[in-house]
């Protein structure tokens, strides 16, 4: 039986929120007319993942009534319906914990006003996934704030991801004690990571250096705080009241950290390490040179908050949440750029919540205007991020999760019994408000963990193979074996893969005349029937090369394959025998990533299978091949997830 239910009954204070349907709407407090006509605006994902867990604590989806809809202001109060197959109903949120992966269900959202009327709908779908997917060690980039910095959710994810199997876990940035490294600065905002952030100096010191943040130093007659402890890369940040000499000590002046700290050079710099501050632009691969980091596989952006806080504070309470969106994107353009960032990396944009209730709060200077501004302008900006970049509308790396969402804002922060007046201490008279209506407590911070766990799980491949799996010239038994025609060809070890952190193989004919083949293990896809994209990466070796790839299982026969040949250093399509999805785009440094989609039936998928890859396809040139590096399938349609390579 589907459930349906008047889920809840939002205060009045709540719906004194946003204008709607202004593109570029600025968001205030101010009287508005109570007949104005109430038109929703939903902010929920198309998509919303749940994880299925067989030990430890299950991932729960609660999808909390509070934070549906964007509710215009100085509307009367309203509820909502949900419809859907699975579920329960609380009185705050529908909640679902799936019983098994792979299953969906779509759900139908409701808003009703108080005279039982519908006034908008939205739909979504409901989709869990397994605990266990993916292979290999992820490199995953967490960009943030104090959320982040705290590290209580990177820390819960990381838990569940050691715990589950599947894809493994290796966390990038220079912040950070292992094995929760990460690139959350408290109080930051988009406008501080789209720009430099601050302006200061950058110090290159010993990796034994003890600087603490907060220690001031001076050195040629000028004063230094710290402002990050980047020692372990061989780097200490500091804010200054002019430049300090080419080379020399920092000599304290006030904290904890080392009397004197020795200084190699000394550059100005902008606190930002993504931004290169020589030539003024966002560049994140410049970032992983200088700070010895992988490429990510994985990144996960959870910040706003700050920005409508702090427009919310400094700007009379009207906050400009177009700005705030365009500061995203110029985020988003740098990390997927082909030049500057990391077009493979899977991207999750996690909705950070608006912070808790606002009918009150411990400390009550808090719960001001400014505070109800930034709250509506959170609802607005997390409208634009889905609107811009969900369901692969940005690009088909990116994802949104609205981990908003599923932190319940009642519970989900501190709270402290206070007196409510003088008069009620004679009496012993306390009530529970909120103490820290920013931070969410463990509970919070947990649920955001079960969204962004969720969505990394539904983003990993099933099965990889990666041609860099030997150092040897053919591969070996355990991941990929020759195919008839093996001893034709050979390998040649001399370029950069895409990932930045690996050397590339090309194969080619060993003499005129040749051809041959390689191929991945015989293994049965068990995740069932569905639709299914293998992808990986490719570039040419040699004048007119071509080359192949074909998916193949014996009972009952299946056999799809696509063709390319060079023009130029870019992919020319000549042939197929596939009746679904391919494409190819370029990555970088003459690198495509191909793809193909293919539909399997159960019994087909359950067949014994394998992965042809030809090199040169029919060219029979001594010399004459392709790079190939890394192979992937995963159980998605509409391209391919982010690359997650096994070999590191």
């Not at 902010?43 to 919303?48: E, L, N, Y």
């Amino acid at each position: 039986m589907k459930s349906k239910f008047i889920g809840f009954l939002l205060p009045l204070m709540v719906a004194l929120a946003v204008f709607a349907g202004v593109a570029e709407a600025q968001h205030g407090i101010g009287r508005h007319s109570a007949s104005t006509k109430y038109m929703p605006q939903f902010t929920v994902p198309d998509t919303i993942y749940v994880a299925y867990r067989t030990g430890g604590t299950a991932c729960q989806l609660n999808l909390h009534w509070d934070q549906l809809a964007l509710i215009q202001p100085g509307m009367e109060p309203c509820s909502f319906t949900v419809d859907c197959d699975v579920g329960d109903i609380k009185h705050n949120c529908f909640q679902w914990s799936p019983a098994s992966a792979w299953l969906v269900h779509d759900l139908d959202i409701y808003a009703i006003d108080s005279h039982g009327n519908r006034i908008g709908s939205t739909s979504t779908v409901l989709k869990s996934v397994a605990e266990d997917t993916g292979d290999g060690n992820q490199h995953i980039l967490y960009i943030g704030d104090s959320l982040t910095t705290a590290t209580s959710y990177i820390g819960e994810i990381g838990n569940m991801i050691d715990a589950d199997g599947g894809a493994d876990r290796d966390h990038i940035g220079i912040l950070g004690a292992n094995p929760d490294e990460h690139e959350g600065r408290a109080g930051w905002t988009l406008e501080k990571y789209a720009g430099y952030g601050s302006n200061g100096y950058a110090f290159t010191v010993a990796n034994t250096v003890t600087a603490v943040v907060g220690d001031t130093y001076t050195n040629n007659s000028k004063t230094f705080t710290v402002v990050e402890d980047r020692a372990a890369w061989d780097e200490v940040f500091c804010t200054g009241t002019g430049a300090p000499e080419a080379s020399g000590d920092l000599t304290k002046a006030s904290g904890t950290g080392d009397a004197t700290v020795a200084f190699s050079a000394a550059a100005a710099s902008g606190q930002n390490p993504f931004y290169d501050f020589t030539n003024s632009r966002l560049d994140f691969r410049t970032y992983a040179a200088t700070y010895s980091q992988w490429w990510p596989d994985v990144v996960v952006i959870t910040l706003g908050i700050n920005d409508c806080l702090l427009a919310a504070d400094n700007a009379t309470t009207v906050v400009d949440v177009g700005t705030i969106a365009t500061n995203l994107a110029t985020i988003m353009d740098a990390l997927t750029s082909t030049t500057y960032g990391f077009p493979h990396a899977k991207i999750i944009i996690a909705i950070e919540p608006p912070g808790g209730k606002i009918d009150g709060d411990a400390s009550p200077s808090s719960v001001t205007f400014e505070w109800i501004s930034a709250q509506n302008a959170m609802n607005d900006l997390a409208r634009r991020i889905i609107a811009a970049y969900d369901g692969e509308a940005y690009d088909d790396n990116v994802s949104v999760c609205g981990a908003n969402l599923w932190v319940d804002r009642e519970y989900g922060y501190a709270a402290a019994s206070v007196i409510r007046s003088v008069r009620d201490d004679a009496y012993g008279h306390k009530v529970t408000l909120q103490s820290d209506s920013i931070h969410p407590t463990t509970t919070g911070n947990n649920q955001m963990a079960d969204a962004i766990y969720s969505q990394f799980r539904a983003f990993q491949p099933i099965l990889e193979n990666s041609v860099l799996a030997s150092e040897i010239y053919y591969p070996d038994a355990t991941d990929w074996l020759g195919g008839a025609s093996a001893d034709k060809w050979t390998a040649v070890k001399n370029a950069s893969a895409p990932d930045g952190g690996s050397d590339a193989y090309a194969y080619h004919t060993a003499a005129d005349g040749q051809w041959g083949n390689i191929q991945t293990d015989a293994s049965p896809i068990t995740s069932g029937a569905g639709t299914y994209t293998l992808s990986w990466y490719a570039k040419p070796y040699g004048a007119g090369s071509k080359f192949g790839i074909r998916l193949q299982c014996a009972s009952p026969a299946t056999s799809v394959y696509l063709q390319y040949t060079w023009s130029s250093g870019a992919p020319v399509y000549f042939g197929s025998a596939i009746t679904t999805n391919y494409g190819n785009r370029l990555i970088g440094d003459g690198w495509y990533r191909f793809y193909l989609e293919v539909d399997l039936t159960a019994a087909q998928a359950a067949d014994a299978w394998y992965v042809n890859m030809f090199p040169f396809e029919g060219v029979n040139t001594a010399g004459v091949g392709n790079y190939f590096w890394g192979l992937q399938v995963e159980q998605k349609a509409d391209g391919p997830g982010g690359y997650l390579e096994t070999t590191e």
